[in-house]
Nanobody, 121 residues
């Protein structure tokens, strides 16, 4: 199995910064995409940012220029640097990893349990 452990959430004032991290462990042969999603109360889960194994990145329009995603393949870790935070960024942030557990295994999607980010105005 693959386990994801997220950290870095918390309470911050508008305009502040937070850095989320997500470490994958367990039976991992290789990791494809790594990403962050978020879900605000009463809303659907949405993509925040995603990074491929080749370091290509995709960002939601709402966070472009403020958030930055990066990864360390040797550590199976992905980070989300969040700057100029706004109250509308308040949500539970989930790490997602697409990985395979062996050379012949199919790619599977794994989710972290989520970390709460609260931005006060």
């Amino acid at each position: 199995q693959v386990q994801l452990v997220e950290s870095g959430g918390g309470l911050v004032q508008a305009g502040g910064s937070l850095r989320l991290s997500c470490a994958a462990s367990g039976s991992i042969f290789s990791i494809d995409n790594m990403g962050w999603y978020r879900q605000a109360p009463g809303k659907q889960r949405e993509l925040v940012a995603r990074i491929t194994s080749g370091d290509n990145t995709v960002y939601a329009d709402s966070v472009k220029g403020r958030f930055s995603i990066s990864r360390d393949n040797a550590k199976n870790t992905v980070w989300l640097q969040m700057n100029v935070l706004k109250p509308e960024d308040t949500a539970v942030y989930y790490c997602q990893v697409v990985a395979r557990q062996s050379l012949i295994a199919t790619l599977e999607v794994y989710w972290g349990k989520g970390t709460l980010v609260t931005v006060s105005s």
